[in-house]
């Protein structure tokens, strides 16, 4: 019914189709004959841009009337991937589009694929961060993302010679879902120096001065919710020299050079996205970032929060902000600056108040990505941050002391001060003391948060403080947009799309698992979506694969803890195995096809070597005329938010197989699972609550308990333990040169049994066999593992990111949704 009413929608095809030819001819300037895919996207993205303007405005119109409370999504990550598609499926258009451009010669796919991702992001908590901007929208929520507007997202990955290459990713040549707002700026602070003094009063003030201003820009695109006219608001913030082109002053004295390049200091702040993500490094410039966009967003924020004219004791109650991981853990001595130094409130309010609006995710327990800032560089750029930073620690102490008066050495273990050389700002900690909530992401995470790096704080602040939202996808781009065939079958029963918005109506469809018209297409679907990624494999990397064989696929962020090393060690198991079977036994193989795909860290040799390894075993397997279809081994390149929508509906078998306990939650498990497709994993991260809900059979668990994980590591320590004996053949075959030059595999192989094996491969190498061996024989019973899929995907409902947006408005911001008015 929200359609009928909605100002988002072209009432015919060829309104739509008028609309696209004006913004051709006129916005770009271009003639109808020579107009290619490209043109087409720009004229189609521009015409539907329209449409979302409207309702754009008028949803912030209508926030602004009403002045609820609202949340803000604080990330220096949204990994968005494409909006074309996605906004025509938003504004329920899809058929109307889909008409319109064939009657102007155009294949929609084609057109939408033209589209560049924007890859504000390194992998999953920017991909999260995504999801709940869409859910926001859908449920309606009054909710801001606030980031940075990079010049380049997360690299091009290219593979030269089986090595990775990074290329630049200038994404902005044309981006017409962004609006620039040069009269939204702020004027951010660094450097400088603090003067105190005493007011009339004898109150202590305290002043920033003397430091070097940058200038925050404001860019806004719009987020358009599903079956709804409510489109949220982006804002991502660009650095700009503070007086404009270039500094006048110098340039009349004619320091040319020196203008410029100031202009040019203050622009890379917002150049590029930093692409670790995982190891902390310190980095000046990667601090800047964080203080602009946390500086910019706040004055944003309070500058709202201030046209209201209400008390200050009211901003909690208006203003939820929630921290994407220590990130932006500067917003919270930012706000306590703003709140003492700027608008002359006490400590306790100020702190109350502070206190009482952030929230914080926590996204990892792994000890080397915790972020550590080093004090004389905090000192160096923010002073005053400095000062408040031991403010607030110091507050915290002494509450310490008063509540464990004999625990004197915990002080020490919870300072937010880490008193090492240098010292160094534990932002956790910081977050911790500074937000109401605490979250982890999946319950696992979520009780090693509470049992190990913030055990201290537990007992501080009691249990209530630290809860667990686990982590969800939104199944409008992650089932409907990826897999529309499946979208549509499953429609077919349910009676149209409403689960898009109620995931938990899949669960319907169980009573289909037994229908023989539904299996079948089922089926074919999986297939096609299979056919679909093997012509791309084709295409793309010049390797011929067969959809009937078993496709097992790992695609994500290259990192030992996530043991992509563990999956391609068993892949050479395999083929060594395959290598001594006689041709006869070979005839009675599952075929497979082993596919990888994901980005290393710039800087992360070992996670390189895993993407040489996987290409050179590539190399000698695909072409090995005894091994035929019977295994392949593909890498695709350059793994991103477009080519998973490609890469998620074609498993049969995904990969989640981290060192338990290392892997938070895991996202890209739920996506594998609502499109049909089974899972190899351990008991890690929302592994764990994906087997509660699909039942245990329906997934396929192995390896050690993250309660053993101290013991094993405690064995390889003292050098009791026992190499796997299969695994060792493996190490011998690479030594052996099989897979070109070992050289670059050493680091690779000593890291497990020279090194004390960290995450435990040697440890997992035989249950991680033997359950491949268990997938091989339950996938040649067609019937029975089609079975499993259908009742796992029935079972995915917990799994959408709109059970997640609800969790958190009511655990942690109290925020209500603002539905849109019926009617115009
Ligand atoms: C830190 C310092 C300097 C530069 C970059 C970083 C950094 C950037 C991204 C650190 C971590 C980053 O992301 C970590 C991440 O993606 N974590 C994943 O979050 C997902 C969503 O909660 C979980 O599902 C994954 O398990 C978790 O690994």
């Given at each position: 019914a929200w359609r009928k009413f909605s100002a988002k929608e072209f009432k015919t095809t060829e309104e739509f189709e008028a609309e696209v030819v004006r913004h051709i001819e006129t916005t770009l300037a271009r003639s109808l004959f020579n107009c290619d895919e490209a043109a087409a996207y720009a004229g189609t993205a521009l015409a539907l841009r329209d449409r979302l303007i409207i309702e754009w405005n008028r949803t912030q119109q209508q926030q602004t009337f009403a002045d609820p409370k609202r949340v803000y999504y604080l990330s220096l990550e949204f990994l968005m991937g494409r909006a074309l598609d996605n906004a025509i499926l938003n504004v329920g258009m899809k058929d109307v589009a889909e008409k319109g451009l064939a009657e102007l010669g155009f294949r929609m796919e084609d057109v939408i694929s033209q589209e560049r991702d924007a890859a504000l992001g390194n992998g999953g908590l920017g991909r999260l961060a995504a999801c709940f901007l869409d859910s926001l929208a859908t449920l309606n929520y009054p909710a801001w993302g606030y980031a940075l507007r990079y010049r380049y997202g997360i690299f091009r990955q290219e593979i030269v010679d089986g090595y990775q290459v990074e290329v630049p990713d200038y994404w902005l040549d044309f981006n017409p879902w962004e609006f620039p707002r040069h009269d939204v700026t702020v004027d951010i602070q660094f450097y400088g120096s603090v003067r105190k003094y005493r007011d009339d009063s004898g109150k202590q003030i305290s002043v920033w001065e003397n430091g070097e201003i940058v200038k925050a820009v404001a860019y806004d695109a719009p987020i358009p919710g599903y079956g709804t006219r409510t489109t949220n608001n982006l804002r991502l913030w660009s650095s700009k020299a503070s007086h404009g082109e270039f500094d006048f002053t110098k340039f009349n004295a004619g320091e040319y050079e020196a203008s410029v390049a100031d202009q040019q200091r203050a622009e890379t702040i917002s150049a590029v996205l930093y692409p670790n993500d995982s190891l902390d490094r310190g980095k000046e410039l990667r601090l800047k970032q964080q203080y602009f966009w946390c500086a910019a967003s706040l004055f944003d924020i309070v500058r709202r929060f201030k046209k209201s004219k209400k008390a200050w004791k009211e901003f909690p109650n208006q203003v939820a902000i929630?921290?994407?991981?220590?990130?932006?853990?500067?917003?919270?001595?930012?706000?306590?600056?703003?709140?003492?130094?700027?608008?002359?409130?006490?400590?306790?309010?100020?702190?109350?108040?502070?206190?009482?609006?952030?929230?914080?995710?926590?996204?990892?327990?792994?000890?080397?990505?915790?972020?550590?800032?080093?004090?004389?560089?905090?000192?160096?750029?923010?002073?005053?941050?400095?000062?408040?930073?031991?403010?607030?620690?110091?507050?915290?102490?002494?509450?310490?002391?008063?509540?464990?008066?004999?625990?004197?050495?915990?002080?020490?273990?919870?300072?937010?001060?880490?008193?090492?050389?240098?010292?160094?700002?534990?932002?956790?900690?910081?977050?911790?003391?500074?937000?109401?909530?605490?979250?982890?992401?999946?319950?696992?995470?979520?009780?090693?948060?509470?049992?190990?790096?913030?055990?201290?704080?537990?007992?501080?602040?009691?249990?209530?403080?630290?809860?667990?939202?686990?982590?969800?996808?939104?199944?409008?781009?992650?089932?409907?947009?990826?897999?529309?065939?499946?979208?549509?079958?499953?429609?077919?029963?349910?009676?149209?799309?409403?689960?898009?918005?109620?995931?938990?109506?899949?669960?319907?469809?169980?009573?289909?698992?037994?229908?023989?018209?539904?299996?079948?297409?089922?089926?074919?679907?999986?297939?096609?979506?299979?056919?679909?990624?093997?012509?791309?494999?084709?295409?793309?990397?010049?390797?011929?694969?067969?959809?009937?064989?078993?496709?097992?696929?790992?695609?994500?962020?290259?990192?030992?803890?996530?043991?992509?090393?563990?999956?391609?060690?068993?892949?050479?198991?395999?083929?060594?195995?395959?290598?001594?079977?006689?041709?006869?036994?070979?005839?009675?193989?599952?075929?497979?096809?082993?596919?990888?795909?994901?980005?290393?860290?710039?800087?992360?040799?070992?996670?390189?070597?895993?993407?040489?390894?996987?290409?050179?075993?590539?190399?000698?397997?695909?072409?090995?005329?005894?091994?035929?279809?019977?295994?392949?081994?593909?890498?695709?390149?350059?793994?991103?938010?477009?080519?998973?929508?490609?890469?998620?509906?074609?498993?049969?078998?995904?990969?989640?197989?981290?060192?338990?306990?290392?892997?938070?939650?895991?996202?890209?498990?739920?996506?594998?699972?609502?499109?049909?497709?089974?899972?190899?994993?351990?008991?890690?991260?929302?592994?764990?609550?994906?087997?509660?809900?699909?039942?245990?059979?329906?997934?396929?668990?192995?390896?050690?308990?993250?309660?053993?994980?101290?013991?094993?590591?405690?064995?390889?320590?003292?050098?009791?333990?026992?190499?796997?004996?299969?695994?060792?053949?493996?190490?011998?075959?690479?030594?052996?040169?099989?897979?070109?030059?070992?050289?670059?595999?050493?680091?690779?192989?000593?890291?497990?049994?020279?090194?004390?094996?960290?995450?435990?491969?040697?440890?997992?190498?035989?249950?991680?066999?033997?359950?491949?061996?268990?997938?091989?024989e339950a996938y040649k019973d067609q019937d029975a593992w089609l079975t499993k899929t259908i009742t796992a995907v029935s079972r995915m409902g917990f799994f959408s990111s709109d059970r997640c947006i609800d969790e958190y408005a009511e655990m942690i911001w109290n925020v209500e949704p603002l539905p849109p008015p019926k009617e115009n």
């Amino acid at each position: 019914a929200w359609r009928k009413f909605s100002a988002k929608e072209f009432k015919t095809t060829e309104e739509f189709e008028a609309e696209v030819v004006r913004h051709i001819e006129t916005t770009l300037a271009r003639s109808l004959f020579n107009c290619d895919e490209a043109a087409a996207y720009a004229g189609t993205a521009l015409a539907l841009r329209d449409r979302l303007i409207i309702e754009w405005n008028r949803t912030q119109q209508q926030q602004t009337f009403a002045d609820p409370k609202r949340v803000y999504y604080l990330s220096l990550e949204f990994l968005m991937g494409r909006a074309l598609d996605n906004a025509i499926l938003n504004v329920g258009m899809k058929d109307v589009a889909e008409k319109g451009l064939a009657e102007l010669g155009f294949r929609m796919e084609d057109v939408i694929s033209q589209e560049r991702d924007a890859a504000l992001g390194n992998g999953g908590l920017g991909r999260l961060a995504a999801c709940f901007l869409d859910s926001l929208a859908t449920l309606n929520y009054p909710a801001w993302g606030y980031a940075l507007r990079y010049r380049y997202g997360i690299f091009r990955q290219e593979i030269v010679d089986g090595y990775q290459v990074e290329v630049p990713d200038y994404w902005l040549d044309f981006n017409p879902w962004e609006f620039p707002r040069h009269d939204v700026t702020v004027d951010i602070q660094f450097y400088g120096s603090v003067r105190k003094y005493r007011d009339d009063s004898g109150k202590q003030i305290s002043v920033w001065e003397n430091g070097e201003i940058v200038k925050a820009v404001a860019y806004d695109a719009p987020i358009p919710g599903y079956g709804t006219r409510t489109t949220n608001n982006l804002r991502l913030w660009s650095s700009k020299a503070s007086h404009g082109e270039f500094d006048f002053t110098k340039f009349n004295a004619g320091e040319y050079e020196a203008s410029v390049a100031d202009q040019q200091r203050a622009e890379t702040i917002s150049a590029v996205l930093y692409p670790n993500d995982s190891l902390d490094r310190g980095k000046e410039l990667r601090l800047k970032q964080q203080y602009f966009w946390c500086a910019a967003s706040l004055f944003d924020i309070v500058r709202r929060f201030k046209k209201s004219k209400k008390a200050w004791k009211e901003f909690p109650n208006q203003v939820a902000i929630q921290l994407n991981d220590t990130h932006p853990t500067l917003a919270i001595p930012e706000l306590m600056r703003i709140l003492l130094d700027l608008e002359g409130l006490e400590w306790d309010e100020a702190w109350q108040i502070t206190q009482m609006t952030f929230g914080y995710t926590n996204h990892t327990v792994m000890p080397e990505a915790l972020e550590k800032w080093s004090v004389p560089l905090v000192q160096h750029l923010l002073p005053r941050h400095l000062q408040l930073i031991y403010d607030i620690n110091f507050q915290f102490l002494q509450f310490v002391e008063r509540s464990f008066p004999k625990e004197r050495e915990m002080l020490g273990r919870v300072s937010i001060i880490e008193e090492s050389e240098p010292k160094r700002v534990r932002m956790a900690y910081l977050a911790v003391i500074g937000s109401h909530k605490v979250n982890g992401v999946a319950e696992l995470h979520s009780d090693l948060v509470r049992t190990t790096i913030f055990k201290d704080f537990v007992r501080i602040y009691g249990p209530d403080k630290f809860t667990n939202v686990t982590n969800g996808i939104t199944p409008r781009r992650w089932l409907h947009q990826a897999n529309p065939r499946l979208s549509a079958l499953i429609a077919s029963k349910l009676g149209g799309h409403e689960f898009l918005r109620d995931l938990n109506l899949l669960h319907k469809i169980e009573a289909y698992v037994d229908d023989k018209e539904f299996r079948k297409e089922f089926q074919a679907i999986k297939f096609a979506n299979k056919k679909r990624l093997a012509d791309y494999t084709k295409e793309v990397q010049g390797i011929t694969v067969d959809p009937h064989s078993l496709f097992d696929i790992q695609v994500k962020r290259i990192h030992e803890y996530k043991r992509q090393q563990l999956n391609i060690f068993g892949v050479i198991h395999r083929y060594l195995e395959l290598k001594e079977m006689s041709p006869e036994d070979r005839k009675k193989v599952q075929p497979r096809v082993s596919f990888f795909g994901g980005k290393a860290a710039p800087g992360y040799w070992m996670a390189k070597m895993v993407i040489h390894l996987i290409n050179q075993v590539g190399k000698v397997v695909n072409n090995d005329k005894d091994i035929g279809d019977l295994l392949k081994v593909v890498f695709l390149e350059d793994y991103n938010v477009s080519k998973a929508e490609i890469i998620t509906p074609a498993s049969d078998i995904s990969e989640h197989i981290s060192t338990a306990g290392t892997e938070a939650s895991g996202t890209s498990n739920m996506k594998f699972v609502l499109n049909g497709g089974l899972i190899i994993g351990t008991c890690d991260g929302a592994n764990i609550e994906i087997t509660r809900e699909v039942g245990e059979d329906n997934i396929f668990l192995f390896g050690n308990l993250s309660e053993d994980v101290d013991d094993l590591r405690h064995h390889h320590f003292y050098g009791d333990f026992q190499l796997d004996p299969s695994l060792k053949r493996v190490f011998d075959t690479i030594r052996s040169g099989t897979f070109g030059d070992s050289g670059p595999f050493t680091g690779l192989v000593d890291s497990i049994v020279d090194h004390g094996d960290y995450y435990l491969v040697s440890d997992d190498f035989k249950s991680y066999i033997d359950t491949q061996k268990l997938i091989d024989e339950a996938y040649k019973d067609q019937d029975a593992w089609l079975t499993k899929t259908i009742t796992a995907v029935s079972r995915m409902g917990f799994f959408s990111s709109d059970r997640c947006i609800d969790e958190y408005a009511e655990m942690i911001w109290n925020v209500e949704p603002l539905p849109p008015p019926k009617e115009n």
